[in-house]
């Protein structure tokens, strides 16, 4: 007898019992599928992290060298500080990077920038325009260095982002903090703005 004819003349109890005994199939099939080795892959909002962060350096024109760090003023930390991350100590994965600076021309000199994480406020809390070094005061909250690359001149912005970092780290709290750092000496412009987005993932 055909399938559908049978459901149409059998009893209501009939057909529950038959609708039951698909939807197991179908179960088994799902489960027999993900033993032979397919990933079935779930993503929330709350697996996900992201962060930016608008700084404008000083009003003033003073040369950066090498390996300067950037921040919105010399009286206090340029530590930029990004999140939540993820989770209150746990792992997460960096898997993008962007920097934006909101000049129109790249100026005589700037090459890459380096943007180096800490799970804290780093110990040695630097400001604009000091030399950045490993120091040991930083060592056992560090987490190593994102490349940011050169960034190049969109329209009347400049701008560099980085994919497919698949960096991980272990948080301490929820939230990241970096010093941004020039790798090669030149002038800014007063009070130039600059923006730092990281995005994560929880492994």
């Known amino acids: 007898m055909d399938t559908w004819a049978w ?38 909002s709350s697996g996900f992290g992201s962060g930016q962060v608008s700084m404008t350096r000083p009003n003033n024109g003073t040369a950066y060298t090498a390996a300067s760090v950037i921040g919105p003023a010399t009286t206090g930390p340029a530590v930029f500080t990004f999140g939540p991350m993820g989770p209150t100590g746990k792992d997460v994965i960096i898997t993008s990077a962007s920097l934006e600076i909101d000049v129109t021309a790249v100026p005589g000199g700037m090459t890459t ?18 030399a950045w070094v490993y120091g040991a005061a930083d060592r056992a909250v560090a987490l190593g260095p994102v490349e940011l690359g050169v960034p190049v001149v969109k329209g009347q912005t400049l701008y560099v982002e980085v994919n497919g970092l698949q960096k991980q780290v272990t948080l301490a709290g929820s939230r990241l903090y970096g010093y941004l750092i020039t790798n090669n000496a030149w002038t800014p412009a007063a009070s130039t703005v600059f923006v730092v987005t990281l995005h994560t993932v929880a492994p």
């Open 113 to 130: 920038f380096t943007l180096w994480l800490y799970n804290v406020t780093p110990p040695s809390a630097l400001t604009d325009g000091q």
């Open 7 to 44: 459901m149409i003349i059998a009893t209501p109890s009939r057909r529950r019992r038959w609708r039951l005994a698909v939807k197991a199939l179908v179960l088994g099939g799902i489960m027999l599928a993900a033993g032979a080795g397919l990933a079935f892959a779930q993503s929330t």
